[in-house]
Every structure is written in C-alpha cells, then in structure tokens.
C-alpha cells in the first residue's frame, strides 16, 4: 500500500512551453500533497504545499506564477512549470500524506520524480 | 524553527560492514522522525520511523531509536550489502511546522563487494 505515482517521469520541451506534472495516491487518500525540486546531489526543497480543494501555499522564493498547482481530488495533485527556462531545468518530486486522523501518525509517501529537461 | 544534521558523507564501506549515519534534531515539543532512502535516479522512499521517545523503528535490517535525551536518531545496519548503496535521509516533521517534512542534508552511502 502507500504508492504514489507520477507522470510522467522524463520530460524534454523548448524553452517558452509550458509543462505539467501529475501526482497521483493510488492507493489511499492525501489531505495534502507537497511538491519538492532536487539539485544533484542536495537534499529536497519544498516548493509548495497543496492542499484538496484550497489553493496552494508556495514557500518564500517559489513564483506561484510559475509554478502553478492544482488540486482537484484527495488523490491527484498537478504541478504545472509555465513558461519553462532552462534554469527550470531539475527533478521534481511529490509527496502525498496519508490521512489517518492522528497527525503524529501520517506519513509523507513519495513519488519516483520527474526530471524536467529544458532545451 | 526545526532543523535536522546529519553526519556528512559520503560513507564508504565494504560488504557485511556495520553502518551507523548520526542524525540529530531541534524541535520543539514532540517531533515524529523518519528515515527515507532515495536510490538513484528515483523518488524517496520510507525506510523507517518513530512517532515518540524511546520507539525504534526498524525494516529490512536498518534500525534506529528516537532519542529524547539526546535529540538523536541514528540509523544502523549490522551488515550492509551492495544494494544499500544509496541516499540516506533523515527527517523530522512536528514542531514549529506542523505536516512538513524537514530533512537533513542526506548521507551518500556507497558498499564494495
């Protein structure tokens, strides 16, 4: 149980289009989902948090202009990059919280990532 | 705010070694610590974790203990092989920032035949 899906997981595009992320729970249902980026070899910073039905909250530095997210169901979030620029370039990854109704006991599952190319 | 430190890496063993990645914490009140494993290429994915003092988490032969005292959580394995070799992570989420994950810097381990 606990799987998290996301599509798709290579994309290349030309500068100027627009990309979009889907982040999926398969298997259970997520009061909010998060949105990370991951330079090589760092560590995960989180770009947003996205919650069903409400919009999202970006981190400080994180153009929600740019990174457009939308969550329509308890399991399927979207992360779209509008406008991309090679600087968008990097692996973005989703994580979906489990809801159980005790805080201490939910738990991030993660997707596989997507690596975002941009030309 | 919470923070978490990890030791720094990259660790580098040989097969069937023991492996101890420290990881120390600063949360106010009661966090729930996490370990994560990211393989190459991929996402991340639970390894382990404890929702208060004294729990030990443990999978596939990892193990680590939450640590109050010594705001601690240390992953061990008493004997690594070649497909451990990856990225560790230590987490805590609780505290001043209630659901989100905060991580520390991530450990590379590598294991030799």
């Known amino acids: 149980g606990a799987v998290v899906s996301q599509h798709p997981s290579w994309v290349i595009c030309k500068s100027g289009t627009s990309v979009k992320i889907e982040c999926r729970s398969l298997?259970?249902?997520?009061?909010?989902m998060f949105w990370y980026r991951q330079f090589p070899k760092q560590s995960l910073m989180l770009m947003a948090t996205?919650?069903?039905?409400?919009?999202?909250?970006?981190e400080q530095g994180v153009e929600k202009d740019k990174f457009l997210i939308n969550h329509a169901s308890l399991t399927l979030s979207t992360l779209t990059v509008t406008s991309a620029h090679p600087e968008d370039s990097s692996f973005y990854i989703c994580?979906?919280?489990?809801?159980?109704?005790?805080?201490?006991?939910?738990?991030?599952?993660f997707g596989p990532g997507t690596r975002l190319l941009v030309l | 705010g919470n923070s978490v430190t990890q030791m720094e890496g990259p660790v580098t063993l040989s097969e069937e070694a023991f492996l101890t990645i420290n990881c120390t914490y600063t949360?106010?009140?009661?966090?729930?610590l996490f370990w994560y494993v990211q393989y190459p290429g991929e996402g991340l994915q639970l390894l382990l974790k404890?929702?208060?003092?004294?729990d030990k988490g443990s999978n596939k032969g990892f193990e680590a203990t939450y640590r109050k005292e010594t705001t601690s959580f240390h992953l061990e394995k008493g004997s690594v092989q070649v497909s451990d070799s990856a990225v560790y992570f230590c987490?805590?989420?609780?505290?001043?920032?209630?659901?989100?994950?905060?991580f520390g810097q991530g450990t590379i381990l590598t294991v030799h035949p």
């Open positions: 987490a805590l989420t609780g505290g001043t920032s209630y659901g989100k994950l905060t």
């Open positions: 298997d259970f249902q997520a009061t909010t």
């Open positions: 949360a106010t009140g009661y966090p729930s």
């Open positions: 404890a929702t208060k003092a004294d």
């Open positions: 994580s979906a919280r489990e809801r159980t109704g005790v805080w201490k006991q939910e738990t991030q599952y």
């Open positions: 996205s919650n069903e039905g409400s919009k999202a909250t970006y």
